[in-house]
Every structure is written in structure tokens, then in C-alpha cells.
């Protein structure tokens, strides 16, 4: 019985070569999208007021993968507000290692971070899922999700590069 | 008209709790409000505050019908991609119908149809000068994207902020928005499995 832990994210946990979130990239077929290292997530994570916080997934020692990595899956989140309901936990990435997967560690990861967030004292939990991604939606409707974007009509938008600058600067 | 785009204040937050109230009845949903200002308060005025917020601002000699200077906010927060780093979230945009359609720099008003704003004063009013700041402390704090959401039938909306720029990224790449809440919540909080 492996003996896996789930614990919160310490700085030191944030290098390692290439970061997960690179192979969670190459799953979700978008692997140039990657523009961070380890050194700005640490700088991101564990400063005053950080933009995220983290848990990973580390087995001991006997279980390491094949590349020897013992942190083999991690949950990103943080905390959002809804001006009508008040705090929100918003899970950003969960991903476990796929020589790792089928053992539950994904489903503690995401318990985890709905059991940070009831603690406080946050009414949702919210993330988003790529609609061909059609594995992940039966998985998280069989936990109770729901989509909001098929039950309600919410599109996600974004304002990003020039359009972004242009409207910093009032255009 | 001068208008003022400012941090909000603790003691902002009886106005912000009044608009907000405001915009849940405009939109029939006057019972889904279940915070009060006190909460708004404790919940930005904390160490580590789990929203920051603007507020816009009159002179008295334009303070609305009912005696208010401050006429319109922006709530936002901070989020974060694991793939590019820093984002800001825009969660809220509000502004008093009856200080909607302004040209600020003309310094006109819409007088045509009060509460709506019409294209060809979309983008230079108060609204605009909010959502402005909201992209500017996002870029001086080295956000790569500003995010938000737009329900699928408001048109006018979701017009404007394409005219702006924004991008539909549920239909340019399928993002669906998903949540739990309530007892679906409680239960994965607690490690049940399934319904």
C-alpha cells in the first residue's frame, strides 16, 4: 500500500526541472503556452500576499517514478469573491503524474482543497474544464459539478497582449 | 463632469453594499445577495483581502437623485496560470444607470435613453475609466491577462467588450466554467465519493 501524502506546497518544492504544469501543457496540446519557471513561481507563491497557493502529492521514497521525482502531483489554487455569495476557493490546475494515476491521489488532491475552502468559509468551488476534455467532465459531474457555461450561458473572456496595454492606457 | 477613479476605502463599503444590492434587483435576483457590508468589509480589509475594489467617484454639486457620490465600482482580484503567471480577474462592474453613457472627455451626457448606453458613447464613460484602471494595475503588477465572465445572451456587453478587445475564450477554444457548491461542496470537502 503506497503510503502517499498530500501536503501544501513548501517553497523548495517549486524547481525540479521541468515543472509539471509543462507536462499538464502537453496533455491539454498546448506546450509553447508555458512562460513561467520555478524561480517566478516561488517569488508568486511564497511572498506576502501570494497570488496562489499549492498542494502536492509526494510519495516516500520506495515509490519515487521513474525519474525519480517523489512530488508527483499538485493542486493550485486561490481565493476568489462573488460581491453576491462573498468567498470563493478556485481550483487553477490539479495533476497527477499519469504513471500515478488511478490511485485516488487526484480526487484528495481536489478534497483537499474543497475541505481549505469550507474551512473558509468560501459558498464555491470553481474551475474550468475544455470542452472535448470529456473524460474530466463525466469525472467532475460524477463528483457533483456542474457547468455553469451549458446550465447558465457564462463565457469566459480575456483581455490579453496589445489589447490589454491599450486598455491600461485608457484607448 | 469630473468623476473620480479611486481605491475603495472600509468605509466605502455601505455604498458598495448599496450598488450591489442596486444591480441584484435590476437583475430580479434581489434575494441572492447574502453578504452585508460588514462582511464586504472584513473580507477586503484583512490581512491577505480576498477582493480589491474601486470605486468612482462625483463632486457633490453631481451627486445623484437620492444624495450619492459614489456612483459606480469595480471589484477585481488577483489569480494566477501556472503556464504565464499573474493574472487580474475583473469580478464586477457596476456603474448607477443614471450615470451611464457619460463622455467624460466631452463631458455630455446621454441624455437619449437614461440608463442605457448607447454605441456611440460606449467605451468613454465612467464604466470604461473603471475597467481602464482595473488593466492598469494588472499591467503595473505584471499580470499577462485580465479575465472575466459575460453571461451568452447579453449582447450589448459582450459587443462592447470585443470593441475593446476582449476575447471569447469558451467559444475561440471551448473553456468551460464549471463550480461546486452547497452539499455537492460539503461532500467533497469531506472525501465522499460520487452523488
Redesign the interface.
Known sequence: QMGWVVRPCRGEDCGGGS?P?QE??EFEK?PD????NDQ??RE?GFAN?P??RCLVAEVPPEYRSRDGHTIVGYG?Y??????????NI?M??LYIMPEFRGKGIG??L??KI??I??ENRC??????????NQAA?DF?Q?????????A?????????G?????????Q
Not at 503556452?33 to 513561467?36: E, K, L, S
Not at 486561490?78 to 468567498?87: C, D, N, P
Not at 460524477?142 to 451549458?150: M, P
Request: glycine residues 6%; charged residues 20%.
Open positions: 515543472p504544469s499538464l501543457a498546448l503556452q508555458v512562460q513561467i517566478v513561481l508568486d500576499d497570488f496562489y493550485l486561490f481565493f476568489t469573491y462573488s460581491t453576491w455569495k462573498g468567498r478556485y487553477e490546475d480526487k484528495k481536489m478534497s474543497a475541505e475552502g469550507v459558498i464555491e468551488m470553481k474551475f474550468v474544464v475544455l470542452d472535448w467532465i467532475y460524477s463528483q457533483g459539478a456542474v457547468d455553469l457555461t451549458a447558465e450561458g457564462w463565457h469566459f473572456f480575456h483581455f490579453k496589445d489589447a490589454l496595454v491599450r486598455l491600461a492606457q485608457g
